[in-house]
């Protein structure tokens, strides 16, 4: 089953980018955040189940999905990454909502919240945590060391160390993927990962203290690439964050088992109960 056409599909300019975006369904707003390398595709299933409740705002930054058509930079600061949604926010005119992350997209979306705080309601961030774990940092330079040319090996690094349980077609999107990447943005790729290893712990970028807003972390058991502990760690800095813990997935829940949809649903409704009561 596909997501119906969106309500709005368009592209908007922020200095010498330009970020392509789609609005569903009607409601209460949600934004979506992709992890590095991803794209909007990601959440398609995501606004399948959702549409009819809220409206729901997916885009790529530069460089992620088909999004290639740019004079600026491949090597997207974080600051940058958080003006960008700013900037979509102010496009669409939204006054408040709830940010859905994956992976990366969850880093973007604490620092806009720190930022920003008077456009986020509440934060759902999906695999995230304080750091990568060793097993992470292997993978990222394993795959950094590997032949260029050899693109479909450096997908299975990828695939095969922590993307074991996706479908067949989404293994087949990631190897397509590398195949078809520029040698720019391969090097992106990889100075982005590099930067990961190196960067120490996520309060290192953002100041958690500061986020003050209702925050759920929905984290995959058997996710490879980070630890529980480092997840504790992170929701204990935060003032107002508690941890869903998914059984018999990994790194990329609702991609592995749309399922994880019932445990977005019931987050999400009782924020809604919350805020009723709280009038």
């Not at 600026?72 to 940010?99: A, C, F, H, P, R």
């Not at 293994?171 to 982005?192: D, N, P, V, Y």
């Not at 984290?219 to 480092?230: M, P, R, S």
């Amino acid at each position: 089953m596909r997501c119906s056409s969106p309500r709005r599909k368009s592209v908007f300019s922020h200095g010498p980018f330009r970020v392509p975006y789609r609005v569903y369904g009607e409601g209460e707003d949600i934004i979506c955040l992709n992890g590095i390398q991803q794209s909007m595709a990601m959440w398609f299933s995501f606004v399948q189940h959702f549409e009819k409740k809220y409206r729901i705002t997916l885009f790529d930054f530069p460089y992620q999905g088909n999004n290639n058509n740019n004079n600026g930079s491949l090597n997207l600061s974080l600051d940058e990454q958080v003006s960008i949604l700013k900037s979509l926010i102010e496009e669409l005119g939204i006054e408040k909502s709830t940010i859905c992350s994956a992976s990366w997209g969850g880093v973007v979306a604490l620092l806009f919240a720190v930022h920003f705080p008077d456009f986020v309601d509440r934060l759902i961030l999906a695999s995230i945590g304080m750091r990568p774990n060793a097993f992470m940092k292997d993978t990222i330079l394993e795959g950094i060391n590997a032949d260029e040319s050899d693109r479909e090996r450096m997908a299975k690094i990828i695939i095969n160390r922590f993307g074991g349980n996706l479908p067949e077609k989404i293994k087949l999107q990631i190897t397509k993927q590398f195949k078809s990447m520029s040698g720019k943005r391969l090097k992106a790729f990889c100075e982005h990962g590099l930067s990961i290893v190196s960067a120490g712990p996520l309060n290192a970028r953002v100041p958690l203290s500061q986020v003050e807003k209702n925050t759920v972390i929905i984290y995959g058991e058997n996710d490879k690439i980070i630890d529980y502990a480092d997840v504790e760690d992170l929701a204990f800095r935060m003032s107002d964050c508690t941890i869903k813990t998914i059984p018999s997935v990994g790194h990329f829940l609702h991609l592995e088992d749309k399922s994880i949809f019932g445990v977005y649903e019931e987050i999400l409704e009782q924020n809604r109960i919350r805020d009723s009561i709280s009038f």
